[in-house]
């Protein structure tokens, strides 16, 4: 795609000359005499760069450089040129500062450049998040891991979306890393957007972006995250939890490819793959009207089912040495035969997710000893016993909130995740459970 470059300066002649060079670059120029122009074209392009003319007739550019530089790489172009007014326009924001007359090949070069740095950056930005991300969930062996990698494999080099399906804690978000960074997408960025728990209006403007004035509150231009991931992937998790109004416009984005900020006139192009995921029966829930059935149908075009640990249990043993070996820093440890044999009878109702909290606490527990133990692991309930029972047990009197924190704790675990069904076995609704995973910061568990 070529790349687009706003001109805004009054000089019209100079303005054309710019215009022209820039075609001959193979960008695509537009261009505006005064601001009052410019803001208008900034409602129907998205530019990659903008160059200012730092002294235009009716905008005080002091006040207006912050603004557009927060947004966009912006070249300052000016006929006072002094030290001081450089330093004072790269403070306010610029990318790089230019005095007229200007050199069109010092111009072509300062371009370039920019807008190298910008690309640059994004690219960075996205390694940066990669960094230490832990790919152990799709660690093993086993059929099932080898079924799972073969279907990541088959549909990475596409553009197609795809719904990855399974349970809490068995790695959704790192398959979904996984499709990202083995398709030609993969050296830009990955973002990913948690469901659950944003109101409407918010998930609608974090998603889509909004204009100024599209609320109250909203008093400038925000991109939203499908911006963000132009180029790359977008991993929407617990897309069940969408309210059904941004169902439909998730809907006509997949399908068009084009989007508007909310308060916006503007369409934008969505140049993203989408990556979703679920662990609750979508299928299901668009028979019952929960979810809309022609928003499922378009996402189950292609989809990935994540095993849980339960069956995949020769599994178990790599990933717990996989975990032993991210915790150690200079002490080395192993598991003994019998704890390994404990693990392997676990259920693992919390899946991946509760065997890395498991062997971490046993890590830390075993202290200086270079083996785990079983007592090592006696904390968790269940676990020694073989039985699945939620029992509470204290060496101090617990207050109300030491209570329902562990309680809900264990029903989380138990249920691998669900609070639907931790908040049924509460009596309490869906809503209240999320309160109380947010207000006990339960919701690694």
């Known amino acids: 795609m070529k790349k687009t470059v706003l001109v805004i300066d009054d000089d019209r002649v100079f303005n054309a000359l710019l215009v022209k060079n ?11 005499a005064s601001w009052r122009e410019a803001e208008k074209l900034l409602t129907q392009h998205e530019p990659d760069l903008i160059l200012l003319d730092f002294r235009l007739p009716d905008a005080d550019c002091e006040r207006l450089l912050p603004l557009l530089a927060a947004q966009y790489p912006v070249i300052v172009l000016t006929g006072f040129g002094t030290i001081r007014n450089a330093v004072s326009m790269i403070q306010l924001g610029a990318s790089e500062y230019l005095t007229k007359p200007v050199d069109l090949a010092e111009l072509e070069l300062t371009v370039s450049r920019v807008l190298e740095t910008a690309a640059l950056r994004q690219t960075l930005e996205h390694y940066r998040k990669r960094v230490n991300q832990d790919q152990s969930a799709l660690v093993g062996d086993s059929k099932e891991m080898r079924d799972v990698h073969s279907l990541i494999d088959a549909v990475a080099p596409t553009d197609v979306t795809v719904l990855i ?161 991210s915790f150690r820093k200079t002490e080395a440890k192993e598991l003994t035969p019998e704890t390994l044999k404990r693990l392997l009878a676990y259920d693992w109702p919390g899946n991946v997710r509760e065997l890395r909290n498991t062997v971490e606490r046993g890590f830390i527990l075993s202290r200086g000893a270079r083996k785990i133990l079983p007592d090592h692991l006696a904390f968790i309930p269940g676990l020694v016993s073989g039985n699945n029972d939620t029992t509470l047990q204290y060496g101090f009197e617990p207050t109300l909130e030491d209570i329902e924190r562990d309680y809900f704790s264990k029903l989380l675990v138990k249920y691998g995740g669900n609070r639907q069904k931790a908040a049924a076995a509460l009596g309490i609704s869906e809503r209240h459970a999320y309160r109380l995973i947010v207000k006990y910061q339960l919701s690694d568990l």
Do not use: W
């Open 165 to 325: 399906q399974g349970e809490s804690g068995t790695g959704k978000e790192m398959a979904a890393r996984a499709v990202h960074e083995r398709s030609p997408r993969g050296d830009r960025a990955l973002v990913i957007v948690d469901s659950c728990g944003l109101q409407e209006q918010l998930f609608e403007s974090e998603l889509f972006g909004h204009e100024r004035g599209a609320f109250t509150g909203a008093d400038q231009q925000k991109k939203g995250l499908i911006e963000e991931a132009a180029g790359g992937s977008l991993f929407l998790d617990e897309i069940g939890e969408i309210p059904p109004a941004i169902q439909a416009k998730l809907l006509r984005v997949i399908e068009t490819g084009t989007f508007r900020r909310l308060g916006g006139t503007k369409t934008l192009r969505a140049d993203v793959r989408f990556i979703v995921a679920s662990n609750r029966d979508l299928l299901g829930m668009s028979k019952n009207g929960s979810f809309r059935s022609d928003l499922y149908y378009r996402l189950s075009s292609f989809i990935i089912t994540l095993p849980p640990l339960r069956e995949r249990r020769e599994d178990i043993p790599a990933l717990a040495r996989h975990f032993l070996d």
């Open 22 to 32: 820039f075609q001959r670059m193979g960008l695509e120029p537009v261009s505006a």
